[in-house]
């Protein structure tokens, strides 16, 4: 384009990975942005938005500016408003499902919604068979995006035939690559010790998907023919694959070269290096191997790279391979074949003019792949681009969400960590300090399981995991098999008062297991918390408490959302359900719709089990009958002023309408939150989402007293409002509410800005 028109385009923010972080967009968003700076008229007009993905974030050069961490949703708003404040022009979005948060990804519709200028999306991965998920999140970034730019053809088929965008808004931009000559192959052979060896190179992050192991099998046919063969692999392991399974997939790899007796012909470089040393890589390997196993591979930048430098490329036939490798410029082999890869590169080796043709054709190509031809495409869309026309109608929905997510104080684990050991959660404290008199319990550790679950879910924070394990191992010893039941309370020196807990403490474990086999952050945990909800389930059936059923369906329900197929947790959730619902038609009146005598304590967990039972079983009349008996348990607990007054446990709430205010609990505010965040969540009706904000206010201040009941600095909160104000001690079942209700209010925004993006 015409550089007049690119000093009309000024400041640009560029959001993706950045070096140092170890991973292909990390180093596509460095390279793009270096050669869009260069075509700015100031420099420093371009800046980017780092993605963090580890705690402590990366040692950044100056060109990033503000960092976001992949798992807290507030930060993709601060990032937004840092844009708009400083009146960035243009935003240029790297993506690909796996570096943000949320659900596959969908944190990052949250930042492109408040944008105020136009977006463009590169995208990384096309996927022709979405999850249901994965296909909003990508609606959802053609919904916010201005252009959606691709790096093959077959990705803007994929988008207008298989998500019906329109390909008005798709745009063709090739990868970017390097601007390098054209070398001699084995110039570099010294440089790297490998002198008078023919290299085959295979680049890039290790993972599974990349079938190395193919290229290892092809090796010894290839060796019987040319020994001076040195197959080279270059990379560190993808740090995603390291931190799920360690190096097993190296070590795999390593193995089968033992086995294959390939050891003096295999070099494994665990490196991550700068691009000068990877160029000189290329360029004096003599075949280039990409052995991947799927087809379902749309862009690759360790093949553009290749092309562009001007290597032999011998490829399986992902769909950038066939695009970039047609007409010449590399040869194509079918997918775990390895004698047929072994068959091609035999025949290069020993064609010496095949293989310079081929070089030179994909050398010739890819000139128009230079990040400085790259850079200038993204100008010319840019400069074509109008202003969203949609904006204004934006703005109201996007800050409504926007302050809600600011208003909301940070988790804080400090005083759950507090309060917990290598044995579990300890039940009491003297004012904040655990009091070990009073030892442990099912109940509270359920609790923690539940709330450490909700938030490893939330934030994809791994310092919380031991914690888990601990409440998870505690509920595995409190199961005792000759009874089927849970034990309860447990002394500090590990000593049982009981050989049966109570219902409720049995089915609130069932409800944190269920909780577990949901949002389990691998599969060990999840087969643990199966199994112990499968063994501990069919005690249930006898049991006569209203709010272990309701406690139960919970559990049931979450445990469904993996086995949906379960037929004897289906009957379960159905009976205990019907129970509820029955009890209330037989007990309930218009003028006292509760069905027992008094209003007790977690009362809203029983129209929250009636409301998930309802919605799913399918029965309309129960689901009705929940959200009447929610509505009702929020109108008597509001008081004039029109904050929440809890039920107290000082006499409770009788037919008379007689309702203690003193001994209000934030269990009580934890099931009401629960259950009108489910209501918001499945009906999207704004009402809901004010009541919860009004319930979780009673913990901030907004009560009968006007203090807060959460204790900003230990992140506990006071065991409740008593007659002489709230109680100084920070135990585990208050603290617990506060942190269930406070994760649960995070979660389900997500969830609801999610579902109004797509």
Same mark, same amino acid.
């Given at each position: 384009?015409?550089?007049?028109?690119?000093?009309?385009?000024?400041?640009?923010?560029?959001?993706?990975?950045?070096?140092?972080?170890?991973?292909?967009?990390?180093?596509?968003?460095?390279?793009?942005?270096?050669?869009?700076?260069?075509?700015?008229?100031?420099?420093?007009?371009?800046?980017?938005?780092?993605? &963090?993905?580890?705690?402590?974030?990366?040692?950044?050069?100056?060109?990033?500016?503000?960092?976001?961490?992949?798992?807290?949703?507030?930060?993709?708003?601060?990032?937004?408003?840092?844009?708009?404040?400083?009146?960035?022009?243009?935003?240029?979005?790297?993506?690909?499902?796996?570096?943000?948060?949320?659900?596959?990804?969908?944190?990052?519709?949250?930042?492109?919604?408040?944008?105020?200028?136009?977006?463009?999306? @590169?995208?990384?991965?096309?996927?022709?068979?979405?999850?249901?998920?994965?296909?909003?999140?990508?609606?959802?970034?053609?919904?916010?995006?201005?252009?959606?730019?691709?790096?093959?053809?077959?990705?803007?088929?994929? /988008?207008?035939?298989?998500?019906?965008?329109?390909?008005?808004?798709?745009?063709?931009?090739?990868?970017?690559?390097?601007?390098?000559?054209?070398?001699?192959?084995?110039?570099?052979?010294?440089?790297?010790?490998?002198?008078?060896?023919?290299?085959?190179? #295979?680049?890039?992050?290790?993972?599974?998907?990349?079938?190395?192991?193919?290229?290892?099998?092809?090796?010894?046919?290839?060796?019987?023919?040319?020994?001076?063969?040195?197959?080279?692999?270059?990379?560190?392991?993808?740090?995603?694959?390291?931190?799920?399974?360690?190096?097993?997939?190296?070590?795999?790899?390593?193995?089968?070269?033992?086995?294959?007796?390939?050891?003096?012909?295999? /070099?494994?470089?665990?490196?991550?290096?700068?691009?000068?040393?990877?160029?000189?890589?290329?360029?004096?390997?003599?075949?280039?191997?990409?052995?991947?196993?799927?087809?379902?591979?749309?862009?690759?930048? #360790?093949?553009?790279?290749?092309?562009?430098?001007?290597?032999?490329?011998?490829?399986?036939?992902?769909?950038?391979?066939?695009?970039?490798?047609?007409?010449?410029?590399?040869?194509?082999?079918?997918?775990?074949?390895?004698?047929?890869?072994?068959? #091609?590169?035999?025949?290069?080796?020993?064609?010496?003019?095949?293989?310079?043709?081929?070089?030179?054709?994909?050398?010739?190509?890819?000139?128009?792949?230079?990040?400085?031809?790259?850079?200038?495409?993204?100008?010319?869309?840019?400069?074509?681009?109008?202003?969203?026309?949609?904006?204004?109608?934006?703005?109201?929905?996007?800050?409504?969400?926007?302050?809600?997510?600011?208003?909301?104080?940070?988790?804080?684990?400090?005083?759950?960590?507090?309060?917990?050991?290598?044995?579990?959660?300890?039940?009491?404290?003297?004012?904040?300090?655990?009091?070990?008199?009073?030892?442990?319990?099912?109940?509270?550790?359920?609790?923690?399981?539940?709330?450490?679950?909700?938030?490893?879910?939330?934030?994809? &924070?791994?310092?919380?995991?031991?914690?888990?394990?601990?409440?998870?191992?505690?509920?595995?010893?409190?199961?005792?098999?000759?009874?089927?039941?849970?034990?309860?309370?447990?002394?500090?020196?590990?000593?049982?008062?009981?050989?049966?807990?109570?219902?409720?403490?049995?089915?609130?474990?069932?409800?944190?297991?269920?909780?577990?086999?949901?949002?389990?952050?691998?599969?060990?945990?999840?087969?643990?918390?199966?199994?112990?909800?499968?063994?501990?389930?069919?005690?249930?059936?006898?049991?006569? !408490?209203?709010?272990?059923?309701?406690?139960?369906?919970?559990?049931?329900?979450?445990?469904?959302?993996?086995?949906?197929?379960?037929? &004897?947790?289906? @009957?379960?959730?159905?009976?205990?359900?019907?129970?509820?619902?029955?009890?209330?038609?037989?007990?309930?009146?218009?003028?006292?719709?509760?069905?027992?005598?008094?209003?007790?304590?977690?009362?809203?967990?029983?129209?929250?089990?009636?409301?998930?039972?309802?919605?799913?079983?399918?029965?309309?009349?129960?689901?009705?009958?929940?959200?009447?008996?929610?509505?009702? /348990?929020?109108?008597?607990?509001?008081?004039?002023?029109?904050?929440?007054?809890?039920?107290?446990?000082?006499?409770?709430?009788?037919?008379?309408?007689?309702?203690?205010?003193?001994?209000?609990?934030?269990?009580?505010?934890?099931?009401?939150?629960?259950?009108?965040?489910?209501?918001?969540?499945?009906?999207?009706?704004?009402?809901?989402?004010?009541?919860?904000?009004?319930?979780?206010?009673?913990?901030?201040?907004?009560?009968?007293?006007?203090?807060?009941?959460?204790?900003?600095?230990?992140?506990?909160?006071?065991?409740?409002?008593?007659?002489?104000?709230?109680?100084?001690?920070?135990?585990?079942?208050?603290?617990?509410?506060?942190?269930? !209700?406070?994760?649960?209010?995070?979660?389900?925004?997500?969830?609801?800005?999610?579902?109004?993006?797509?």
């Amino acid at each position: 384009m015409d550089k007049h028109k690119i000093k009309n385009i000024g400041k640009i923010a560029v959001i993706g990975n950045y070096i140092p972080r170890n991973c292909g967009i990390a180093t596509f968003t460095t390279d793009l942005s270096m050669a869009l700076a260069k075509e700015l008229k100031i420099e420093r007009d371009l800046i980017n938005i780092a993605m &963090d993905d580890i705690p402590k974030g990366y040692d950044y050069p100056s060109p990033v500016k503000f960092r976001v961490r992949q798992n807290i949703q507030s930060d993709y708003f601060w990032a937004a408003d840092y844009i708009n404040a400083h009146r960035y022009e243009a935003a240029i979005l790297q993506h690909e499902y796996g570096i943000f948060g949320g659900e596959d990804g969908s944190n990052i519709l949250h930042m492109l919604k408040s944008l105020k200028m136009p977006v463009l999306t @590169n995208l990384h991965t096309v996927l022709e068979n979405p999850s249901d998920g994965q296909r909003k999140v990508m609606n959802g970034l053609a919904k916010y995006s201005d252009r959606l730019l691709v790096m093959s053809k077959k990705a803007s088929d994929i /988008l207008t035939r298989v998500y019906g965008i329109d390909r008005k808004m798709v745009c063709f931009v090739p990868h970017g690559i390097p601007d390098v000559s054209f070398e001699k192959q084995g110039l570099y052979n010294k440089q790297f010790a490998l002198e008078n060896k023919d290299i085959i190179l #295979t680049f890039g992050l290790l993972a599974p998907n990349k079938g190395i192991e193919n290229m290892i099998e092809a090796l010894p046919a290839i060796v019987k023919k040319y020994p001076n063969v040195t197959y080279l692999i270059l990379g560190k392991t993808h740090p995603h694959v390291l931190d799920k399974s360690g190096d097993s997939y190296r070590h795999s790899l390593q193995q089968l070269t033992k086995k294959l007796k390939m050891d003096k012909h295999v /070099l494994f470089h665990n490196h991550f290096v700068e691009l000068d040393t990877l160029v000189h890589y290329i360029q004096t390997s003599k075949i280039y191997s990409i052995p991947y196993l799927k087809k379902e591979q749309i862009t690759s930048g #360790t093949l553009a790279y290749a092309l562009g430098v001007g290597a032999a490329v011998v490829s399986t036939p992902f769909w950038h391979a066939e695009e970039l490798l047609a007409d010449g410029r590399g040869c194509l082999v079918p997918f775990n074949n390895s004698a047929a890869m072994s068959k #091609t590169i035999n025949e290069l080796l020993a064609n010496d003019k095949k293989r310079e043709s081929m070089r030179v054709k994909a050398y010739k190509h890819c000139r128009n792949m230079i990040w400085e031809e790259v850079a200038r495409q993204h100008f010319d869309i840019i400069s074509d681009i109008n202003k969203r026309k949609s904006l204004d109608n934006l703005k109201d929905v996007v800050w409504e969400y926007h302050k809600i997510f600011n208003e909301l104080p940070e988790i804080n684990l400090s005083h759950l960590r507090t309060l917990s050991d290598s044995t579990g959660i300890i039940q009491h404290a003297k004012y904040t300090t655990p009091n070990l008199h009073h030892g442990y319990c099912v109940d509270d550790n359920a609790r923690a399981l539940i709330a450490t679950a909700m938030y490893y879910s939330l934030r994809k &924070d791994k310092t919380v995991l031991p914690l888990l394990q601990t409440y998870l191992a505690f509920l595995y010893y409190a199961f005792n098999e000759e009874t089927g039941r849970f034990r309860n309370f447990m002394t500090y020196d590990r000593r049982w008062l009981e050989e049966t807990g109570s219902e409720d403490s049995h089915a609130r474990s069932l409800w944190s297991l269920g909780v577990i086999v949901k949002e389990a952050p691998d599969d060990s945990i999840r087969n643990i918390a199966m199994l112990l909800f499968k063994e501990a389930l069919p005690a249930m059936k006898p049991f006569t !408490s209203p709010r272990a059923w309701a406690f139960a369906i919970l559990g049931l329900q979450a445990y469904l959302a993996v086995y949906e197929g379960d037929t &004897d947790a289906c @009957n379960m959730r159905n009976l205990l359900a019907n129970k509820i619902y029955q009890l209330f038609k037989n007990n309930a009146t218009d003028q006292w719709p509760w069905c027992e005598e008094k209003v007790t304590y977690a009362n809203a967990i029983l129209p929250h089990a009636l409301i998930v039972a309802g919605q799913w079983v399918p029965n309309l009349d129960m689901y009705a009958m929940g959200i009447k008996l929610l509505r009702w /348990l929020l109108k008597v607990q509001t008081a004039p002023e029109g904050h929440l007054s809890l039920i107290g446990n000082d006499g409770w709430l009788d037919k008379q309408g007689n309702h203690s205010k003193f001994g209000q609990q934030p269990i009580e505010a934890m099931s009401l939150i629960n259950a009108c965040l489910n209501v918001y969540i499945s009906t999207g009706e704004k009402n809901w989402l004010q009541e919860s904000e009004r319930c979780l206010s009673w913990f901030m201040g907004q009560n009968d007293l006007q203090t807060p009941v959460y204790d900003y600095k230990t992140g506990g909160c006071g065991d409740g409002i008593e007659s002489y104000g709230v109680s100084a001690n920070q135990g585990a079942e208050s603290t617990l509410a506060w942190l269930v !209700s406070l994760i649960k209010m995070y979660t389900a925004m997500g969830i609801q800005v999610e579902q109004e993006v797509c």
